[in-house]
């Protein structure tokens, strides 16, 4: 039976380079568990070595979390008031 990757895992593969010096070290891909912006920072794990292929890796993505608009402050890094 074949692994059938889940939403927000992520797999990344050693490159097979058969001497092309220019390919890529590694590819790989992640599922993704949530709509993605542009310019997004999506982070991950990766852990070395599935029990199949120690060449590869496996991992998942961090969770998004929504953080609160940071204060606005001034040079000093004092607290700008504003009229909200």
């Not at 490159?15 to 997004?40: L, Q």
């Not at 991950?44 to 608009?69: C, I, T």
Request: charged fraction near 30%; charge should be negative; aromatic fraction near 10%.
């Amino acid at each position: 039976m074949a692994y059938k990757p889940k939403p927000g895992e992520v797999c990344l593969f050693e490159n097979e380079k058969a001497g092309h010096d220019t390919a890529p070290d590694h590819r790989g891909y992640f599922i993704a568990d949530r709509d993605i912006k542009a310019g997004e920072k999506v982070e991950f794990a990766l852990w070395a070595g599935r029990a199949d292929s120690p060449r590869s890796f496996g991992g998942r993505l961090s969770a998004q979390k929504s953080s609160p608009e940071p204060r606005p402050v001034d040079l000093f890094g004092n607290p700008i008031e504003t009229s909200e």
